[in-house]
């Protein structure tokens, strides 16, 4: 097996790709082949470094995202093994990326893998870029020394480590103070809200919800018996003046301050000041979602709404997903010193369901400063692959598209021009394997009658994280170029 493999890992040192990513593709490609057969061992990470004269860390970079888009499993101390899933399933095509017109039709477990590598997908971190190493250390450092104690029922409100350490990080890097017992853990941000929602809201409560705004918010929110009240968002963020004359009385309003989703524009300080005044007043309370505002590329991230708060009214909520990689479903709740004692109490009703092995390794990885020195890494990364993206589309789409110059996030959006419809090249791409979204889609649904054409809403957005050279990025340019002059060809 170790001389197949040989034969297949002709590396190009020279070539500008990876070698992670070209041992990554020349494994995968004997697989749709079918090469490499499903239930095949592979060899270690040791042994094929090794053979190949790479470091273990570069081979293990391979097999991780093999394993993650599910064409190798890890079967622990048995081995690593091409994926028996794949046994009746059909093989993707060779090359899927320069292949968009043939279908994919893959299992259901295959299939969701591929999803979460789709082209331009938003809300991934750069997942080739985390480092998977360290990351497994600290949770083997976890699983050795697990006590009886540990195996036991978790604190409701997550380990008291992981939230110490948020605390400390929050001082550190987002500008406010608070106490580990003001934190408490979630899994993901739809437990968040649903934890805010059932502990302070009721039934019936209006609220208002930036729009365009994220859609997973506006459909968690009529889902738990809220009004939605949409709010618009122009270039100084959400229209507080417009929101308090049109609807004085809401109970919450959730917002995006520092980066706001979608448009990337900042609440401007004169309508934070006026949220929290309005807030005060009115005994309302805020929910800031902080979701990926450590990326900011030019100067200093901007402090959040909380560190302006006096009157202990702003819910703070963060996440892992964004800054390390979504599967860990771990997100943060920042409360007021004076509402510890009911979100406790909730939470004793409905307990922390992320895992505290989880939990533990999380706190361990920013204790060791690894959280920190990866921001970081990633700001710079994050840069230098938005530009990438950027300079394509105005290469390939130039007089189409006009790429809005934000100071942060991780997705870029483009301006269309007022010839095609964002949601119909949107759809269009979708079906080509490109994962891209429109403006339009993300207006509130109580407000589709209203005027979709003004320009801040008819364009589309593009995850660029996981983008990893300039010719990757020139090729899906491409197609999403033959997308939108498919539709001057049909006129």
Known sequence: MMKVFSRLLKLDRQHNEPIYRQIYQRIKDAIVQGTLPPDTRVPSVRALASEVGVARGTVENAYTQLIAEGFLQSRGQGGTYVSAQLRDAPLLPLNIVDQPEQPIAVNNALSANRVMARPFQLGLPALDAFPR?????????????????????PPAAGLPALRESIAHYLQLSRGFSCQPEQVFICAGYQSLLDLVVNTVLKRGDRGWLEDPGYPATQQLIREAGLIPHPVNVDSDGMDVAAAIRDCPQAHFAIVTPAHQSPLGVALSLARRIALLEWAEQQQSWIIEDDYDSEFRYQGRPLPPLKSLDRHGRVLYAGTFSKVMFPALR????????????????RCQL????????????VAEFIHQGHFYRHLKRMRHLYAERREMLAASLMRQLAGVVVIEQQAGGIQLLAQLDRRFVDSDVAARAQNQGLAIQ???????????????????????????????????????VARLAEV??????EE
Request: overall charge positive; glycine content about 6%.
């Open 133 to 153: 190493a360290q990351w497994g250390r600290m949770m083997t450092k976890q699983l050795r020394g697990l006590t009886a104690a540990a195996l036991g029922h």
């Open 484 to 489: 939108i002059w498919s539709f001057s060809k």
């Open 438 to 476: 429109a403006v339009s889609d993300w207006v509130l649904e109580t407000n589709v009658a209203k005027d979709r054409k003004a320009d801040s809403q008819n364009g589309l957005l593009m995850g660029f994280t996981n983008l990893t050279s300039v010719a990757e990025t020139d090729r899906l």
């Open 350 to 361: 409905r307990s922390c369901a992320s895992p505290p092995l989880i939990q533990a390794s």
């Open 330 to 345: 771990l997100a943060y709740l920042v409360v007021p010193p004076e509402l510890v004692a009911v979100f406790k109490h």
